[in-house]
C-alpha cells in the first residue's frame, strides 16, 4: 500500500538559513508527489508538485523541492528561510498505478516549521 | 474567485446531535472531496465525490454521510454525533480526476463533540 512519512514532528530553523523538510514515499508505481502548506487557523494551500521530468521542482513563496527516485525521496527545501514561513507543512503522495477514479491522495502526518527571528 | 469555502467555521455539538457541513466552491469543478484532520494522523479520507449526484466512500466514512446535489456544493452530514468525530474537517475540489491533478482546500470546519 502507498504511504508517505514526514520522519520530524518540528524543524527548527534561524531566520536566513537554508531550511529543508523531509518526506519518503512508498508506493508501487511511479509516484506523483505534492507538498502543501497550512498556516494557523487556516486551510491547507498548495505548494508544488512532481509529476515527471526534472527532479527539481520549484513552487510557491521561494520553495523548491528535490525528487530522488532512489532515495524514494522528496524533500521541501528553501534557500533562506523567513519568519513568515513557519507553518505546518504536509507532504502527500498519490500512487501512478492506482487504477481507481478516486484522485485519492496519501498525507504525512505533517511537519511543523518554526523560524526563529 | 472564493474558491473553497466551508460554513460553519467552527461548532459545539453535544454527543448525539446532528449537523450538515457545507462546501461550495465556485471554480466548476468536478471532484469534490472530505477530509477530517487529526493530531498526528494527517489528513484522512472521509468521502469524496466525482460529480454531481454521486458520492463514494473513503478511507473513514463511518459515522458520515454525504450528499451532492449541485456541482458547486458538497454536504457532510453527521447524524449522531459521538466524541470521537471531534476534529478539523477540511474540503477540497479538483478540476478532474487524474493522478496529476492538484486539491484545492476551502479554511476548514473546526467541531468539538461533547
Known amino acids: 500500500a502507498q504511504s508517505v512519512a514526514q520522519p520530524e514532528d518540528q524543524v527548527n530553523v534561524a531566520e536566513g538559513n537554508p531550511l529543508t523538510v523531509k518526506c519518503t514515499y512508498s508506493v508501487s508505481g511511479n509516484p506523483y508527489l505534492f507538498w502543501y502548506v497550512q498556516y494557523p487557523n487556516r486551510g491547507l494551500q498548495f505548494l508544488l508538485k512532481y509529476i515527471t521530468g526534472d527532479n527539481l521542482v520549484k513552487g510557491s513563496y521561494g520553495f523548491e523541492a528535490e525528487f530522488n527516485k532512489s532515495q524514494t525521496s522528496f524533500h521541501l527545501k528553501k534557500p533562506s528561510a523567513l519568519v513568515s514561513d513557519s507553518a505546518l507543512y504536509f507532504c502527500?503522495?498519490?500512487?501512478?498505478?492506482?487504477?481507481?477514479?478516486?484522485?485519492?491522495?496519501?498525507f504525512g502526518t505533517g511537519t511543523l516549521l518554526a523560524v526563529q527571528p | 474567485n472564493a474558491g473553497v469555502t466551508q460554513t460553519p467555521k467552527f461548532r459545539v455539538l453535544k454527543t448525539g446531535q446532528s449537523m450538515t457541513l457545507l462546501c461550495a466552491q465556485d471554480?466548476?469543478?468536478?471532484?469534490m472531496y472530505w477530509y477530517r484532520q487529526d493530531p498526528g494522523m494527517g489528513l484522512r479520507l472521509i468521502h469524496y465525490?466525482?460529480?454531481?449526484?454521486?458520492?463514494a466512500k473513503g478511507e473513514v466514512p463511518d459515522g458520515y454521510n454525504v450528499s451532492r446535489l449541485k456541482k458547486q456544493n458538497f454536504l457532510l452530514g453527521l447524524e449522531s454525533a459521538a466524541p470521537s468525530q471531534t476534529s478539523v474537517y477540511f474540503c477540497?475540489?479538483?478540476?478532474?480526476?487524474?493522478?496529476?491533478?492538484?486539491?484545492?482546500f476551502g479554511p476548514g470546519t473546526r467541531l468539538l463533540v461533547l
Open positions: 471554480m466548476n469543478h468536478e471532484y
Open positions: 502527500a503522495v498519490r500512487d501512478g498505478n492506482y487504477g481507481g477514479a478516486t484522485n485519492k491522495l496519501i
Open positions: 465525490s466525482v460529480g454531481e449526484g454521486t458520492t
Open positions: 477540497a475540489s479538483s478540476y478532474g480526476g487524474t493522478r496529476t491533478e492538484t486539491q484545492y
